[in-house]
């Protein structure tokens, strides 16, 4: 019994001494293979230092030079690697957070090109004192009120285009009084606004005189009832229905510069029906917009004054993307084509529209309502004399350059500002846009010595009217490119000029080092079986 156990003993003491010797041979073996492999690698590189066209690698393998001199080459050629790396890391980092740029393509790009702009004309009196008169005398009101007190209540409405209020008084009344006619503020306000055919009075388009009902349409605006011209933001257009056949489909163009080759308008202020204006002063505003855009501050704005002749020419600006740019996600491109989303009020995207109708939607969801001036398909309530106190109330909540935020420039940095616009509203810029830059010149309008267009100022009484003419300033224009920023091509002329200004490389050069740390390996070794044979 105790020799079997002996044997046992023995025999696995032979196995584990035999596994031991395996593992310790294995172990000489592998060190043995590291440093030939680390000396074959030492011997490579020596030769590719030596034959290599790269800068400084020559220095460290010289055999005429000293031990601190190769360490100085060495420390040398390491740090131009370093900076060669960083300053490709900047590059393809500012690739990446700019991967689009904008462009000056052409200064001589032919206006005939771009579409005329949209020109609408906002009375600053906001309410007839006719109409309001005449709409106070038709309406049921309680018997302590006259058609005077009621037409001066009609003030209050202009309350929803920005105005505060300090009581609720009169609203109350004026709301009683607006539901025992079954009327609504929207309806009020469309009825007491000065109309198109008080305001206008000679239309002109391209030096021929034309009925100013087939250039203009009313429209409601963020600055109330206005008439514009050019206007097709909105699929329902307000012409007269026998008219319409005769209104282009697409906006007008003109082909010519100058004030006698565009729009020219007679309009009167009716002065002594001011009744309600929202600016201390009488006149109008002219905005300049695109046609597609829809009416409100944000549009090129021109105060004119009643008695002058003003000219506004016209200095377009158009911008356009490559494909290349289109071609790439939205979130890395960051605009929208005009035809990328579909908009619920109007006819084409815009940055501009899509802040319009996030407004609308944000006051719809903090009051149930928006306001009568605001974009509404139809599918929304306007508000009432009710609903005053939280449209006022949260005024600066949706109507601000961040809608849905009551905040601040200053209170948030610029990646918050970007989170803020893009949470709430998600409206991107435009890829493709036109923005039309004005200048006004204008004097004094008189007839009395001048003899120009004779019959377009025929039988009409000038007094206290005002004169504008909107024209292109010039046959040419300035037009931008959305390209990107670094395409291929571009990519690699930055990657061959960083590492060919610090290291000297080249494709040959990377040629050079995968042959001889590849193929130069297998051609050694043919060569030595080769050699061993003989």
């Known amino acids: 019994m105790r020799s079997s156990l002996y044997r046992e003993a023995l025999k696995t003491d032979t196995m ?33 230092c030596r034959v290599t066209a790269l800068h400084g690698f020559g220095h460290i393998v010289r055999e005429d030079t000293g031990l601190a001199e190769k360490i100085f080459w060495a420390i040398c050629t390491f740090a131009s690697h370093i900076t060669a790396m960083v300053l490709l890391w900047f590059s393809w980092n500012w690739s990446n957070l700019t991967p689009v740029v904008t462009v000056i393509e052409s200064t001589h790009y032919a206006t005939w090109n771009i579409p005329f702009p949209a020109v609408t004309i906002c009375n600053l ?3 007839s004192l006719k109409r309001a008169l005449a709409k106070a005398n038709n309406m049921k009101r309680p018997e302590n009120v006259s058609a005077e007190e009621l037409a001066q209540m009609f003030q209050d409405l202009t309350i929803f285009m920005g105005y505060t209020h300090e009581s609720m008084g009169n609203f109350n009344q004026i709301d009683s009084v607006l539901h025992m006619n079954n009327l609504t503020v929207f309806e009020v306000l469309q009825d007491l606004a000065p109309g198109c055919s008080e305001t206008l009075d000679r239309c002109m388009w391209k030096g021929t005189q034309t009925r100013c009902d087939t250039l203009f349409q009313p429209v409601n605006s963020t600055l109330g009832v206005c008439c514009s011209f050019n206007y097709y933001a909105t699929s329902k257009m307000n012409y007269p229905k026998k008219l319409l056949h ?87 491109r960051n605009c929208y084509t005009p035809n990328e989303v579909e908009m619920s009020t109007v006819r084409k995207y815009s940055y501009l529209n899509c802040m319009a109708e996030c407004r609308s939607a944000i006051a719809e969801k903090l009051c149930g309502c928006v306001p009568p001036n605001f974009p509404n398909n139809g599918s929304r309530r306007f508000c009432e004399m009710k609903d005053l106190d939280c449209i006022v109330r949260n005024k600066n909540i949706y109507s601000g350059a961040a809608p849905g935020y009551n905040i601040s420039f200053r209170e948030i940095d610029k ?20 923005s039309y ?12 010595n001048s003899f120009n267009s004779v019959s377009f100022f025929k039988d009409i009484d000038l007094r206290d009217k005002t004169l504008i003419h ?45 042959y001889l740390f590849t193929l130069r390996v297998f051609f050694d070794r043919y060569a030595e079986k080769h050699h061993e044979k003989i």
């Open 415 to 434: 990646e918050d500002w970007k989170m803020v616009t893009k949470t709430e509203c998600s409206c991107l810029p435009d890829c493709e846009y036109v």
């Open 437 to 448: 830059g004005t200048e006004v010149t204008s004097g004094i309008f008189s007839r009395n």
């Open 125 to 127: 009196n906001k309410i």
């Open 16 to 48: 584990q001494n035999n596994e031991d010797k395996s593992i310790s041979r294995l172990q000489i073996l592998l060190q043995v293979c590291q440093k030939i492999h680390l000396n074959y690698f030492i011997r490579r590189f020596k030769y590719f």
């Open 246 to 332: 005769s209104i282009p489909k697409e906006p007008r163009r003109v082909t010519a510069c100058g004030h006698q080759t565009g729009l020219t308008v007679i309009i009167s202020p009716d002065l002594k029906n001011y009744h309600t204006t929202i600016l201390g002063t009488s006149g109008f505003r002219i905005l300049i917009h695109n046609s597609y855009d829809l009416v409100d501050d944000n549009a090129e704005m021109k105060i004119i004054a009643p008695r002058l002749e003003a000219f506004l020419s016209v200095a377009p600006e158009a911008t356009y993307a490559t494909k290349d740019v289109l071609g790439l996600p939205v979130s890395v």
């Open 470 to 514: 909107v024209f292109f300033q010039d046959l040419v224009s300035t037009r931008y490119r959305m390209d990107m920023n670094q395409n291929w091509l571009s990519w690699l002329a930055t990657i061959g000029g960083i590492l060919g200004l610090f290291l000297g490389f080249s494709i040959v050069t990377g040629f050079e080092f995968v």
